[in-house]
């Protein structure tokens, strides 16, 4: 099956610095990479749409400047939480769509803990 | 505007026990794709079923199986004699056109 990496699992890092978290597609290319924020006994919230080459969608409510999304190329999408603050720990999720998929489906990486001290 | 309805928030059985999560959806769409996933406490999401909107016919994996009806915009999801490694959250989500939308799930936890 396609398999979605993240890297790191998991960061703590100091309020007022910047964390990159990688989402990688392994065995396939995926055109649209998604990425979601999950709190505490919540529900995936979908932060912002990023198609290959070209700017990311946010939704409504998701600072741009804050979270900067680079989907570089078809295997490869960043996430850089910039001046983190406490309140941008979370657990974050990136998954990918294949290709030429007609089932919408989308393939969820393992997640990335945030802890922002 | 989509939307997915869990209602059940927190569901507790004993081992041996058949529970079903409830799931209701909203969508404009005509054709549409509906999941359910599983959020073990590691908290990746683990994909259990994906049904399309023309597709009604109801799914049985082991001791897993999906009833889903249009006319009540459901689809809902029973496990058959539990057991203590499903507890998890359980996601309910819908796509029908570039995004996903998730319920709020519903934790499931399963005593011995």
Redesign the interface.
């Known amino acids: 099956g396609a398999v979605v990496s993240q890297h790191p699992s998991w960061v703590i890092c100091k309020s007022g610095t910047s964390v990159k978290i990688e989402c990688r597609s392994l065995d396939f290319q995926a055109t649209?990479m998604?990425w979601y924020r999950?709190f505490p006994?919540?529900?995936?919230?979908?932060m912002a749409?990023s198609n290959e080459g070209s700017k990311a969608t946010y939704e409504q409510g998701v600072e741009k400047d804050k979270f900067l999304i680079n989907h570089a190329s078809l295997t490869l999408s960043t996430l850089t939480v910039t001046s983190a603050h406490p309140e941008d720990s979370s657990?974050y999720?990136c998954?990918a769509r294949l290709r030429g998929d007609r089932?919408?489906?989308?393939?969820?990486g393992?997640?990335t803990?945030l802890t922002v001290l | 505007a989509q939307k997915v309805t869990q209602a059940q928030t927190e569901i507790s059985v004993v081992e041996k026990e058949d529970v079903t999560l409830d799931c209701v959806y909203e969508t404009r769409d005509t054709t549409y794709y509906l999941f359910w996933y599983k959020q073990p406490p590691s908290g990746e999401l683990v994909f259990l079923i994906r049904r399309n909107s023309f597709d009604e016919q109801n799914e049985i994996s082991g001791r897993y199986s999906w009833n889903f009806q249009k006319s009540t915009s459901s689809f809902n999801f029973t496990i058959t004699a539990s057991q203590v490694v499903d507890s998890a959250v359980y996601f309910c989500a819908l796509s029908g056109g570039n995004d996903m939308r998730f319920g709020a799930g519903t934790r499931l936890t399963v005593k011995p």
């Open positions: 649209t998604f999950q006994k919540q529900s995936l919230m979908l749409t657990f999720i998954s089932y919408n489906e989308q393939f969820f393992p997640g803990r």
